[in-house]
């Protein structure tokens, strides 16, 4: 089944514990992107990759960091989190540069406390 | 910097009738993308439609279309005889292609279909 997947769902943490939270995708996209969403603030994308080894910050890049060793693989890492970067991150993969359809994961909901 | 707005944070239609929500954007690009996502109650992010900015003709799906004014910068969104699987967030959504892919979303329109 061609999917996005993302782990944890879920996590809880606290301020300044690293975490990584994974996604990947098997549709042998090129275009990989991050979004957090919060309300009233809809969307904003984090980061996102046009290919392996090419990533760039979207609007809200601070406190993130994002690599792209593989095709498949797009994890998004918080090296210090912060309370502020409690959220719903979605990870979106789509074959062409992100003018074609984007498949977002389920998303993973962040606490930090 | 590009904006996106979406000035109707709720929105109610009867089943059957048909609904449409707003979206305006600001941009100095003339060449990019524009795309309404759903998402329903169990968070998942579904597109519903895509516009390309250089194509004058207004993009359909089923009972979805939309009416695109460059001019203007507008691009609304039309459900025709609404469902009740219908219920749901709405996000209108701007991609640009330079210097990269780069997407900005609306603060999103919940439309409840009424049975």
């Known amino acids: 089944e061609a999917q996005v997947t993302q782990n944890p769902r879920y996590l809880i943490t606290v301020t300044g514990k690293k975490l990584t939270v994974t996604c990947s995708q098997n549709m042998n996209h090129e275009y990989m992107s991050w979004y957090r969403q919060d309300p009233g603030l809809g969307l904003r994308q984090i980061y996102y990759?046009?290919?392996?080894?090419?990533?760039d910050k979207g609007d809200v890049p601070e406190g993130y960091k994002v690599s792209r060793k593989e095709k498949r693989n797009f994890p998004l890492i918080l090296e210090s989190p912060s309370p502020n970067q409690t959220s719903l991150y979605f990870c979106?993969?789509?074959?062409?540069?992100?003018?074609?359809?984007?498949?977002f994961g389920p998303g993973t909901r962040l606490t930090v406390l | 910097a590009q904006t996106v707005t979406q000035s109707q944070p709720e929105m109610s239609v009867q089943e059957a009738e048909t609904v449409t929500l707003s979206c305006t954007y600001d941009t100095s690009e003339n060449n990019y993308y524009l795309f309404w996502y759903k998402q329903p109650p169990s968070r998942q992010m579904i597109l519903v439609i895509r516009?390309?900015?250089?194509?004058?003709q207004n993009a359909t799906e089923n009972r979805f279309s939309v009416n695109f004014q460059k001019a203007a910068k507008s691009f609304s969104l039309k459900i025709s005889d609404s469902q009740l699987g219908d219920t749901a967030m709405y996000f209108c959504?701007?991609?640009?292609?330079?210097?990269?892919?780069?997407?900005?979303f609306g603060t999103g329109t919940s439309l409840t279909v009424i049975p």
């Open positions: 990759s046009m290919n392996v080894e090419v990533t």
């Open positions: 959504a701007f991609m640009k292609h330079i210097p990269g892919n780069q997407f900005y």
């Open positions: 979106a993969s789509s074959l062409d540069r992100g003018t074609d359809t984007q498949y």
């Open positions: 516009q390309e900015a250089y194509k004058q």
